[in-house]
């Protein structure tokens, strides 16, 4: 009788130990609240800003970190780097974790002079000289404006700004499609840049297996009927459900398993303490159009323009039927890569296809476990990429 008593007694111990933990919540992190230059303050850092005013009237903050954490007396020219965010993030990606696994960190401790861009319509970078930020028109963009309008405006005002003939710069995911499309392009802007690394890089997106290909199987009259047409992704209530919610032990790792399902496999590299970090920098928003835009490149497995929906539109933007194709081949930046086995969004046979058409890779490294967000905020990101870098 009395075993029998014990082990109830300590089955019934075990399960609201398992119920109670569904609560436990981890400690909250100070940068939990704050903005990206709060963040940077918080851990000793000088930080500036300044706006970047693209050639169509969008006002891009940009993020410098001028020099490391205890190097305010050394007044030596340091070499620039641009640090460029993927999808529905901004320059806070590069800062959300501590010092010692932060890009632009570790790059300012390094010696580097580090640049933080940010693409129209986040969060950050949501005002235009003209248009209202509530008008459809300030929306009416896609990964397009991205190439041609603010990946030139921001490189151009870091040369001009610091004196450099040329910059390095480090583009993840989307980061990395806008650098292939621009410096495709636009070759008096690939001349301003020295080296182009590309982490977990995109150019066509055929055969992503992300929970986000359910975009490409809605049509476009309905998906603006479900979305509108201005905004999407951005930054919601639901972002302090997640902080608190995920925060919480056990359920972080739930959360941590819904995040594998758009990103990859590979749970174990993520630091479930600081979800509430994360959760208050992402998401950060992008255009309803950018999202059809993606949605088009699923289906035609092609790195090309956005398609306005005929021929007679696409002819009046484009004067051609079909929307132009953005020929990787023909940029001749040094690059280097980064990739990961376990990418859904960046999938191994996207980028195989992108690896054959470069003209002029330098190294690229294959991360069998790697997925997509490992490349920003893995825990061992430092030691796979970024010491490289």
Sequence with gaps: FKMGWLLRTMCFAHILGTIFGLFVKNAMNPEA????SE???????PWE????????GYILPVYRIPHGK????????????????GLALTASIW?????????????????????????????????????????????????????????????DFIVNKTGQKQIHYVGHSQGALI???????????????KINFAIAPIATVKYIKSAIRIIAYIKPSLFKILFGEKDIASASPASTVV????????????????????????????????????????PAGTSVQTALHYAQAIHSGVFQAYDWGSPSLNVQHYNQPTPPLYKVEDMKVPTAMWSGGQDLMA?????KNLEAKLSNLIYHKKISYFNHLDFVIGLDVRAQVYNEI
């Design 347 to 351: 999938d191994p046979i996207d980028v």
């Design 95 to 155: 800062v959300v974790n501590p010092p010692n696994n932060s890009l632009a960190f570790l790059l300012a401790d390094a010696g580097y002079d580090v640049w933080m861009g940010n693409s129209r319509g986040n969060t950050l970078a949501r005002r235009h000289m003209y248009l209202d930020p509530d008008s459809k028109e300030f929306w009416a963009f896609s990964v397009d404006e991205l190439i041609k309008y603010d990946l030139p405006a921001t490189v």
């Design 243 to 282: 902080q608190n919610v995920c925060q919480r032990k056990i359920l972080g790792k739930f959360c941590n398993h819904l995040l594998t399902l758009i990103y990859g496999y590979d749970p174990q590299n993520l630091n479930e303490s600081r979800f509430d970090v994360y959760a208050g920098q992402t």
């Design 39 to 45: 963040i940077i303050s918080y851990w000793g850092y």
């Design 70 to 85: 205890n190097d305010f007396n050394n007044l030596a020219l340091k070499p620039a780097v641009l640090l460029q965010h």
């Design 49 to 56: 800003v300044y706006t970047v005013v693209t050639e169509d």
């Design 179 to 193: 650098a292939f499309g621009a410096f495709s392009t636009n070759l008096q802007l690939a001349q301003k840049v």
């Design 33 to 36: 609240h704050m903005n990206i």
